[in-house]
């Protein structure tokens, strides 16, 4: 067995966000130990991953490295994932949002699901699940996203690929409502909505779907999910690159008048 493979990954990915913050601030492993009052040795297992560093220790390195919470975010998400509701974490980030920006590259965005394909989504995603369930998490769903659209804040700008809406993810009524719905906030004003051109290449966005957000008070936060949970990174760098991959996204899109003519065709097409 390798060495890589000895170690455990959660481990060398905190090892590297270590490194990262560390040479970010200027210091030397040896000025950091000295300020931790640990020896250099064992700063450089902690970077190269091979061994676990404690929280209380994490909240030391966060400080000494002006990472602003950041390693602390890092440590819980990559030791604890299972205690941190980053569903409700999401909600929470964009109700105190004054803009997010979001593309989705297979489905339509949760904010902006009727609730049929809501329920289409969440069940062909988790098979099993059972109906009370699927009926009890579009609710949630809906709840969130009336909270969020019912105020004026925060400007929802989103890229939808032409894929979300052209496959067809449920029966054509189903599609049809929710091609409706999209039409809907967009002609309302509430969310500047863009589809993405089936066909063009090269397509900055074919590495996945991303939100960014961001509050006034608050670093701006980049969001990926997968089927299990979502991960949110607020590192300065990964989040400027995903605002140029939206730029590039938005740069190449429909017009907000071509997106809602593509609606409307789509509607009819879904008429059966």
Request: aromatic fraction near 6%; proline fraction near 6%; glycine fraction near 6%.
């Given at each position: 067995?390798?060495?890589?493979?000895?170690?455990?990954?959660?481990?060398?990915?905190?090892?590297r966000?270590?490194?990262?913050?560390r040479?970010?601030?200027?210091?030397t492993?040896e000025?950091?130990?000295?300020?931790?009052?640990?020896?250099?040795g064992?700063?450089?297992?902690?970077?190269?991953?091979?061994?676990?560093?404690?929280?209380?220790?994490?909240?030391?390195?966060?400080?000494?490295?002006?990472?602003e919470?950041?390693l602390?975010?890092?440590?819980?998400?990559?030791?604890?994932?299972d205690e941190?509701d980053?569903?409700?974490?999401?909600?929470?980030?964009?109700?105190?949002?004054?803009?997010?920006?979001?593309?989705?590259?297979?489905?339509?965005?949760?904010?902006?699901?009727?609730?049929?394909?809501?329920?289409?989504?969440?069940?062909?995603?988790?098979?099993?699940?059972?109906?009370?369930?699927?009926?009890?998490?579009?609710?949630?769903?809906?709840?969130?996203?009336?909270?969020?659209?019912?105020?004026?804040?925060?400007?929802?700008?989103?890229?939808l690929?032409?894929?979300?809406?052209?496959?067809?993810?449920?029966?054509?009524e189903?599609?049809?409502?929710?091609c409706?719905?999209?039409?809907?906030?967009?002609?309302?004003?509430?969310?500047?909505?863009?589809?993405?051109e089936?066909?063009?290449?090269p397509?900055?966005?074919?590495?996945?779907?991303?939100?960014?957000?961001?509050?006034?008070a608050?670093?701006e936060?980049?969001?990926?999910?997968?089927?299990?949970?979502?991960?949110?990174s607020?590192?300065?760098?990964?989040?400027?690159r995903?605002?140029?991959?939206?730029?590039?996204?938005?740069?190449?899109?429909?017009?907000?008048?071509?997106?809602?003519?593509?609606?409307?065709?789509?509607?009819?097409?879904?008429?059966?």
């Amino acid at each position: 067995m390798t060495e890589a493979m000895e170690k455990d990954i959660s481990d060398v990915r905190m090892g590297r966000a270590l490194s990262r913050y560390r040479k970010g601030t200027g210091l030397t492993q040896e000025q950091l130990a000295r300020r931790l009052k640990i020896s250099k040795g064992l700063v450089s297992l902690f970077e190269l991953g091979k061994r676990k560093v404690s929280a209380p220790l994490i909240a030391e390195l966060d400080k000494h490295l002006r990472a602003e919470g950041r390693l602390i975010r890092v440590h819980k998400d990559l030791y604890a994932p299972d205690e941190v509701d980053w569903l409700g974490q999401l909600a929470q980030h964009q109700m105190e949002a004054e803009l997010i920006r979001e593309y989705q590259r297979l489905h339509v965005p949760g904010n902006l699901q009727s609730p049929s394909y809501a329920a289409a989504i969440i069940s062909s995603g988790a098979p099993w699940f059972p109906p009370d369930e699927v009926d009890e998490r579009v609710g949630t769903r809906r709840e969130r996203a009336q909270r969020l659209l019912e105020c004026p804040t925060p400007h929802y700008h989103v890229v939808l690929d032409d894929a979300a809406v052209r496959r067809p993810l449920a029966k054509p009524e189903v599609m049809r409502e929710q091609c409706a719905t999209l039409l809907e906030k967009l002609e309302s004003g509430r969310v500047l909505l863009q589809m993405y051109e089936w066909g063009q290449y090269p397509h900055p966005g074919v590495d996945g779907s991303f939100a960014l957000i961001a509050a006034p008070a608050a670093p701006e936060v980049l969001h990926v999910e997968s089927v299990l949970r979502g991960q949110t990174s607020d590192d300065p760098s990964t989040v400027r690159r995903y605002g140029m991959l939206f730029s590039r996204l938005q740069a190449a899109a429909r017009t907000p008048a071509a997106s809602a003519d593509l609606l409307r065709r789509l509607i009819e097409e879904y008429t059966v």
